[in-house]
């Protein structure tokens, strides 16, 4: 099986792992160069030397920063100054928590104190967090991913999860992704966003939501999120040397807006990816968006496959990378030798409602059976029973809404956060503006009516305001020419159109 290919115990080097960390009782001596940071007697943090940690102490109580975190309201803080500042507030651990809310970045933190040593990330989790179970092991290890464990520890997939690799809905979707918590190894779980790790009794907690979110009027809520996205941006320029991923889409047109006072050291680029035909808009498109503003624009082209020697190294750097994803990969490094960063706008799509019209009937309550169907995962033993432990652990969702909660944290905390790390193979490090708490729960507090397809009034309000001449070329066209017709696609595109119209004008 193609899964099973992939050597979890191959030979180490400085290539593999990168940008990853593991936290254990001891250093991990195995992977030579790497950083090696005291947390305190029972917990050592092991980095990789091109991962970014950060430490700040004040007797008995610290703070320890896995990545970059940004502070749109100062926009030229460093990690070191904003580690300070969340140590000042590590009074309680609801009020350190409530701190990040409006931090942006892709970060771990780790908090310790006499009574408390806890985990947990940033707002859609794509500095991702993996742990040991305590039937597993008493003393726990968390890392940056699964593989990195079971490479330590030399753990076999277990049996459901290896018929779950083997089913059709695995093989039927190229962007598989693991349901809930679950991961290929029974000894290992995921944190998934919204909650942190208990690192003295290894139990996970959510921390939200904890209260009502509230509602904005449109007016009000984009011009928070104007703030908050623009301040992002600046701080991001300050700190690194970016580029711009660019396609035709609303959510990449919307970053480069908040951009506008960095307009002079916008760099943007579009993989083009191996069968796109030259008439694709997202490279129409975009280069005349682009062109028109004077911005340097550079196609990357990809190769409909990986050379043979970058897709073992690729494989090795985190387990069960998705093939698909290689080239786009191998052809970024070889562009830019993971010396940028890059700039997307993932995680907008969870402020979108983008799962209402996936399903039959609007309701606000769903068994794990639908919920592994709207994520292309429908009838699967493993899915359902994942969906129904992350239902029955939610509690109360006040008025956040079960499907946009889906979407968070099962799609954008899993799958996203996933391709981030394996793209970590060809960028310095990645960055969206999106993954803040503060403005995604600000988008949520907009009626969904103007969040929603197909207007998405809300967001092209972000764009009038920050740069309204992003306007001028049409976000994703019509896909006419653009794919083979099929009448499975027509059907379920006809369908998707009416069932906004319904819910749109309160019909259903």
Not at 22 to 50: C, M, R, Y
Not at 379 to 399: H, P, R
Request: proline share 4%; with cysteine; aromatic share 12%.
């Amino acid at each position: 099986m193609y899964f099973m290919e992939q050597d979890l115990q191959g030979s180490f080097n400085s290539d593999r792992f990168i940008n990853q960390f593991i936290l254990g009782p001891v250093f991990v001596d195995a992977l030579t160069g790497w950083q090696q940071v005291n947390i305190d007697k029972s917990f050592k943090l092991t980095a990789h030397p091109e991962l970014n940690v950060e430490q700040v102490s004040d007797g008995n109580k610290s703070i320890t920063i896995i990545g970059y975190i940004l502070d749109p309201a100062h926009p030229e803080a460093t990690d070191i100054d904003v580690a300070g500042i969340l140590l000042s507030k590590f009074t309680s651990l609801d009020r350190l928590i409530r701190a990040t809310n409006q931090l942006g970045g892709r970060w771990a933190i780790i908090a310790k104190n006499d009574e408390q040593a806890i985990l947990f990330n940033d707002a859609l989790g794509l500095r991702q967090v993996f742990f040991t179970t305590p039937d597993y092991c008493k003393d726990v290890w968390a890392a940056s991913q699964p593989g990195l464990i079971a490479w330590l520890f030399n753990l076999k997939v277990d049996d459901e999860a290896m018929n779950f690799l083997d089913s059709y809905v695995i093989r039927k979707y190229r962007e598989y992704r693991w349901p809930g918590n679950a991961t290929a190894f029974g000894e290992i779980k995921h944190l998934l966003p919204n909650r942190y790790l208990d690192l003295n009794a290894i139990q996970v907690h959510r921390f939200w939501p904890k209260e009502p979110i509230g509602k904005l009027d449109l007016v009000q809520g984009v011009d928070n999120a104007v703030k908050m996205l623009e301040g992002l941006m600046d701080a991001a320029y300050i700190r690194f040397d970016l580029v711009h991923g660019m396609t035709a889409g609303l959510d990449s047109r919307t970053v480069l807006a908040a951009s506008r006072k960095n307009k002079e050291n916008i760099r943007a680029i579009t993989v083009r990816q191996g069968l796109m035909p030259d008439s694709h808009y997202d490279l129409t498109v975009t280069s005349r968006l682009l062109g028109k503003h004077g911005i340097p624009h550079s196609i990357v082209n990809a190769y409909p496959y990986m050379s043979a020697a970058f897709s073992k190294a690729f494989k090795e750097n985190v387990f069960l990378a998705h093939d698909h994803y290689g080239p786009d990969a191998e052809a970024i490094l070889h562009k830019f030798s993971r010396k940028k960063v890059a700039v997307t706008g993932g995680g907008a799509e969870v402020a979108r409602s983008s799962f209402r019209f996936r399903i039959d009937g609007y309701k606000s309550g769903y068994e794990a059976e639908e919920l592994a169907k709207l994520l292309f995962m429908e009838g699967n033993a493993f899915a359902v029973q994942a969906y129904a432990q992350w239902l029955d652990e939610i509690g109360n969702l006040y008025d956040v809404h079960l499907l946009d909660l889906l979407c968070w944290e099962n799609l954008h905390g899993n799958w996203m956060a996933g391709t981030y790390m394996e793209f970590d193979f060809a960028w310095r490090d990645i960055f969206t503006p999106f993954n803040c708490r503060g403005l995604l729960v600000n988008l949520l507090s907009i009626d969904e009516k103007y969040r929603s397809a197909p207007d998405y009034k809300a967001f092209k309000e972000l764009i009038k305001i920050m740069w309204p001449e992003l306007l001028v070329e049409p976000i994703n066209p019509s896909e006419k020419n653009q794919k083979c017709f099929s009448w499975e696609g027509w059907w379920r595109s006809s369908k998707n159109r009416v069932k906004r119209y319904l819910y749109k004008h309160g019909l259903r």
